[in-house]
């Protein structure tokens, strides 16, 4: 859970990106997921 907070992703967010890969995320994806879904873009 550190590395999620580490990529500013609540609980909340990691658990849909879970649902929508059908996956436990890796390390690039979850860098992805949290630039995409920073407010500054926010691809939500």
Do not use: Q
């Not at 609540?10 to 890796?26: S, W």
């Amino acid at each position: 859970m550190e590395l999620v907070k580490a990529h500013g992703l609540t609980k909340e967010e990691y658990d849909k990106i879970k649902d929508i890969l059908g996956r436990e995320p890796n390390f690039t994806e979850l860098g992805i997921f949290s630039v995409m879904w920073s407010e500054h873009c926010s691809y939500k």
